[in-house]
């Protein structure tokens, strides 16, 4: 009796494990049927399977138009556009240094001047001069004509300065935008790293019918 009941348990053990085996192959299991002909495709639920696929990564390209456009309105802007950052500074040191001539020298100039027209005229009310003047000088006829001329030198010399600084920042200006288009025609420009020359000795042969003997040279090659 126990032989028997233990036999119906197994078989019953037996059925179910084999529903159960039946289901998971089921649920893991794919059938395709194309032209009576079944392709078995099995997965596994519990497996974390990778998958390749297909990501879009532009590479950046910049617009050399739209980088002019930028440095024109902003100096600077085009090399940032560019992502050439560490120009940046030199371009706003540059102006900065420049801008700082511009007034120095034009703030003295402007000085030098009004001192220089005060000594020409005979109003002895206008006599900003007398600020200018080395300390310990006093303006009489005998160095009059000597300090007329050093004012005129001096404020021809800080007007020559202040304008020549006007035009370095106007050249600065030009060169940057100059700078942010060459940098977006080149941003993908290859430069090689195997740059090399290489100079080996050669025969050079005849080169025309009168010459009957070859010639020894060195043949060069650049490589890039």
């Known amino acids: 009796m126990r032989s028997k009941l233990a036999c119906i348990l197994f078989f019953i053990a ?31 639920l519990d497996t974390v399977r990778a998958v390749e696929t297909e990501v879009s990564t532009s590479t950046f390209q910049p617009d050399p138009e739209k980088s002019v456009w930028l440095a024109a309105v902003v100096p600077g802007l085009g090399q940032i556009y560019n992502r050439q950052y560490w120009k940046v500074p030199i371009i706003y040191g540059g102006a900065m240094g420049l801008a700082y001539g511009i007034t120095w020298n034009d ?11 005060d000594l020409l005229d005979t109003d ?36 020559r300065n202040r304008d020549l600084c006007i035009i370095a920042s106007a050249v600065l200006y030009l060169l940057s ?48």
């Open 14 to 44: 037996f059925l179910i494990v084999n529903n159960v085996n039946a289901a998971t192959l089921q649920n893991d299991s794919i059938f395709l049927l194309e032209n009576g002909d079944s392709l078995h495709i099995t997965y596994q």
């Open 107 to 117: 703030r003295r100039y402007v000085d030098y001047r009004k001192g220089y027209v």
């Open 124 to 159: 002895p009310n206008t006599n900003y001069f007398i600020y200018l003047l080395p300390e310990g000088v006093t303006l009489d006829s005998s160095n009059k004509s000597y300090y007329t001329r050093i004012f005129k030198t001096k404020l021809d010399t800080y007007r």
């Open 177 to 224: 935008i100059v700078d942010a288009y060459v940098d977006a025609q080149m941003f993908d420009y290859d430069i090689s790293p195997d740059l090399s020359l290489e100079v080996t000795p050669t025969v050079i042969a005849p080169s025309s019918l009168y010459e009957q003997d070859s010639s020894v040279g060195l043949s060069c090659k650049l490589k890039f």
